[in-house]
């Protein structure tokens, strides 16, 4: 029968893709980490990882295997906390992703009030533009704008409505006017930055017909993290192509200007997603009725969808 401590360090080494990570993690030497995970290969009688000198993977039985290590890993966690403590109550770690503007900007204050009203609870909050992987990297769950494909995991709307604006200050509108139409913003400095590695330059919107246009944009400016851009178009730099529950603040306290409100952004809904069902604890539960509550103030203001795509919202609106 596997050891606790070894299905723990197999999925810690497979997220990290190195041994001495992992057991830097664990407060462990690298050694004892490798026979911590030569036990496990040796009890499953398989091999769990390809191992060289400058790189660790895991094998097709490891990818395999990975999976089944985790839902049991979870398992014995909640059966831990189920006995252990008054079940009303929130406690233990969790560990949260959102993406840097979102979270610094947005979420911190509600992320905060809900640790302070769980004293038990300990939130560990990671900051980053880069798509978290919820099955691979150390987080619990994740808040993640877009739509969500996948079906392996848990997606539970937070602010099914949220879309992408074009918004800018008025100081660099005074400058440099103010667009009419999407072609026009190929004339104008426009804000650039990466999102899933990649330089988000092709910007879409749909027309009261409920017809779509993508323009190809560019700028002399791009970062690989979207609260610079934001901050950017507040100090006049250029045009930003935002979400609202980004930018909202500044569009209500005038340091930002909607533009193009005939012309409906893309929908970029937001999502608490968790890997599995399993997952999906007392502490995830309230932090999603907490988070979403939150979200709904927030989408006042948003301008209506055009035309025909407005009157649709409305009537999905419930």
């Not at 390809?50 to 895991?58: D, E, G, V």
């Not at 590695?197 to 944009?217: H, K, L, M, Q």
């Not at 999502?271 to 927030?298: D, K, M, N, T, Y």
């Not at 006042?300 to 999905?316: F, H, I, T, V």
């Amino acid at each position: 029968m596997p050891r606790f401590e070894d299905l723990l360090l197999f999925v810690r080494s497979a997220a990290l893709g190195s041994f001495s990570a992992a057991a830097r993690e664990a407060d462990l030497l690298p050694g004892q980490v490798s026979a911590a995970i030569q036990r496990l290969e040796a009890a499953l009688g398989l091999r769990l990882f390809a191992r060289s000198t400058r790189s660790l993977r895991l094998t097709a039985e490891g990818e395999q295997y990975l999976p089944f290590a985790q839902s049991a890993l979870d398992a014995l966690r909640e059966g831990r906390e189920a006995i252990s403590h008054d079940p009303g109550e929130v406690r233990g770690v969790l560990q949260v992703s959102v993406s840097s503007d979102l979270g610094r900007n947005v979420l911190l204050p509600p992320l905060t009030a809900f640790r302070r009203a769980h004293p038990a609870l300990v939130l560990r909050l990671f900051l980053s533009d880069q798509v978290t992987d919820v099955f691979r990297d150390p987080v619990d769950v994740a808040l993640r704008y877009g739509r969500i494909e996948a079906g392996s995991f848990v997606a539970l709307p937070l602010a099914p409505l949220n879309r992408r604006v074009l918004v800018a200050s008025a100081g660099y509108l005074a400058r440099r006017g103010r667009p009419a139409a999407p072609a026009e913003l190929a004339q104008h400095d426009c804000l650039l930055y990466l999102r899933g590695g990649r330089i988000y330059d092709e910007w879409g919107f749909t027309d009261a017909g409920g017809r779509r246009r993508e323009v190809r944009v560019s700028g002399p400016l791009l970062s690989d993290d979207a609260d610079v851009v934001r901050r950017w178009a507040v100090a006049g730099e250029g045009i930003a192509f935002k979400s609202w529950l980004d930018v909202r603040a500044d569009v209500a306290a005038g340091r930002l200007e909607v533009l193009l409100p005939r012309w409906a952004g893309e929908a970029t809904p937001l999502h608490l997603v968790c890997p599995h069902r399993r997952q999906f604890s007392g502490a995830v539960r309230r932090l999603h009725e907490a988070l979403q509550a939150h979200c709904a103030g927030l989408m006042e203001g948003l301008p209506p969808l055009p035309g025909a795509a407005g009157m649709a919202e409305a009537a999905d609106t419930p």
